[in-house]
């Protein structure tokens, strides 16, 4: 089989670690390594092979890695050699090999288990130590065993920093230009169950350099953030890990709407919000607000199209023409052209200042709850930072790179009144 992949990743199909970790920068092709390439490699070259790909809950994956495989299999031209299925979620080779797939939402699910040689945990920027060191136990299928990490850094005290990051390295295997580890071997001392074990880690840290397909657009709206946050920077560009201290929103939750029965046009409170975008991406959101909370419903999130274009992506995602559009003002043009097309839109105006008022508001909820298909407005809202000065220090602007869901998130703002908080006291003379 000829699988073209970028070069970096070429240590993951020789090496015999229990563990690979596989972060970096943005647009840097880890994810679709992993799951357009490696996983199907090893189906069709190991019939032994029993792989349970994860994510934090089952229903985010039918939509995101479960895709990334079948997409990886059809580009194979290999669709014949497979069958695969969303119900169950599943892929099988001809071969016997399989792929299933779990949520850490459904721990009861993954505990019975059996035969599992290979864990694939996408966005495991979500996985605690505890969590990680279970699925090590539960390796116990047949041939290689290993446990593939995927993740951008974001959280500097995340336990795969101290882990497999911020140590010395047993090995290294290639280095960045500068000097810095690039490709490493860390051995892993552990007690499980009070027994010590011990076993190798491989970590490749790959940035947009190492993807030789990226889109020369991703590429450039990277290399904005150069001027606009170094520090930030250094997150997005060469992967490093982000300080807790400089994210802006801390009250958001990823939720499964649909298991709590929560639906859009049941909630009195509601509307979308807009920003536009050509080289940056336009997104849409789905925003209703209750109780000093906001929720997240559904984006749209599309690069290169034309307000005629995107027009339509609206309407086949069924964007409600009764329902207002807080839109981004800069654009008067596409405003003007959404609202011949039938659309109840306006565009919000930002006045010297809203940007902060803005995120103060946001900070204010109680929570803001985000529904797990939101892919990209997740990873904006974990990822959102403020600006950094040039002696280090946290000012209250926030980084404008890579923020397109999260400025459709602020003109939503305008659709709401100010959130309430409601003390303890007034809860009790209104017999709450």
């Known amino acids: 089989m000829n699988v073209e992949y970028n070069p970096v990743y070429s240590y993951c199909f020789t090496s015999k670690a229990r563990t690979l970790v596989l972060y970096g920068g943005r647009d840097s092709g880890k994810s679709y390594f992993v799951g357009a390439q490696y996983i199907p490699y090893f189906l069709l070259t190991d019939p032994k092979t029993r792989c349970c790909v994860l994510r934090q809950t089952y229903a985010s994956c039918k939509d995101s890695v479960y895709q990334e495989i079948v997409d990886g299999i059809e580009a194979l031209g290999l669709s014949h050699r497979f069958n695969c299925t969303v119900s169950p979620l599943e892929i099988v080779c001809d071969n016997g090999a399989k792929v299933i797939f779990r949520g850490l939402d459904n721990p009861a699910k993954i505990k019975s288990l059996k035969g599992i040689n290979l864990f694939w945990f996408e966005e495991a920027e979500t996985l605690n130590e505890r969590e990680y060191f279970d699925l090590l136990i539960l390796l116990r299928g047949a041939g290689y065993q290993r446990i593939i990490l995927t993740y951008n850094p974001i959280d500097e005290e995340h336990f795969t920093n101290a882990m497999f990051v911020d140590i010395r390295p047993d090995q290294v295997l ?3 230009d500068d000097g810095d580890k690039k490709v490493w071997i860390k051995k892993i001392r552990h007690k499980i169950n009070n027994i010590e074990v011990e076993f190798e880690a491989l970590v490749i840290c790959s940035t947009y350099d190492d993807n030789y397909f990226i889109d020369p657009i991703r590429k450039a709206v990277i290399e904005e953030l150069k001027n606009a946050d170094p520090f930030l920077y250094e997150v997005y560009r060469k992967g490093k890990y982000a300080a807790r201290g400089g994210r802006i929103l801390t009250n958001i939750e990823e939720v499964d709407f649909k298991a709590r029965g929560w639906e859009f046009n049941n909630f009195d409170h509601k509307g979308y919000g807009q920003d536009w ?57 596409r405003v003007k052209m959404i609202a011949k097309k039938g659309y109840r839109i306006y565009g919000v105006e930002k006045p010297p200042g809203s940007v902060r008022a803005q995120i103060d508001r946001l900070k204010r909820y109680d929570k803001i709850y985000i529904d797990i298909g939101c892919k990209n407005t ?55």
């Open 277 to 333: 975008g050509y080289n940056h991406a336009s997104a849409t959101l789905w925003v209703a607000e209750k109780d000093s909370c906001l929720y997240i419903f559904d984006e749209i999130y599309e690069y290169e199209k034309d307000t005629d274009e995107y027009e339509e992506i609206m309407r086949q995602r069924g964007v409600d023409k009764r329902i207002t559009i807080a839109s981004e003002s800069a654009e008067p043009d």
């Open 174 to 176: 290639q280095t960045f």
């Open 378 to 432: 997740i990873k904006e809202a974990k990822a959102w930072m403020y600006k950094m000065d040039k002696n280090g220090k946290y000012t209250d602007e926030p980084v404008t790179v890579f923020d397109d869901a999260m400025a459709a998130l602020r003109y939503s703002l305008d659709l709401f009144s100010e959130p309430k908080k409601i003390s303890v006291a007034s809860k009790s003379i209104w017999g709450l």
